[in-house]
């Protein structure tokens, strides 16, 4: 079963960076569109970017486009989210997540069939 593993999280300001990646060990990970989605608590779980699997189409949620990046390097098996001008409410817990079907192009978040265990993100003064 194909297991994702986040990691990059941690403790930063407002208006600062941090990068998170997403790697599946042991299996391609260009078979599969991927997702980073994040729960805040108290809070829905709410889809923050998808990519396609070739990395060719990618989707963003609202409250994060223009700020958020994703992308792929399939012959480094890592997906990454590069976020920027972080906000106090990008606070949650960040969980990255594959599609096996669909289009190779289609980067829409939908039929997510594996979910990493999360990595904290924190933006705080």
């Known amino acids: 079963q194909l297991q994702l593993v986040e990691s990059g999280g941690g403790l930063v300001q407002p208006g600062g960076s941090l990068s998170l990646s997403c790697t599946a060990p042991?299996?391609?990970?260009?078979?599969?569109?991927i997702g980073w989605f994040r729960q805040a608590p108290g809070k829905e779980r709410e889809e923050v970017s998808c990519i396609s699997k070739r990395g060719l189409g990618a989707k963003y949620g609202d409250s994060v486009k223009g700020r958020f990046v994703i992308s792929r390097d399939n012959d480094m098996n890592t997906v990454t989210l590069q976020m920027n001008s972080l906000k106090l409410e990008d606070t949650a817990v960040y969980y990255c997540a594959a599609r096996s079907r669909g289009h190779p192009d289609d980067g829409r978040c939908y039929g997510m069939e594996s979910w990493g265990k999360g990595v904290l993100v924190t933006v705080s003064s």
């Open positions: 042991g299996f391609k990970m260009d078979d599969y569109a």
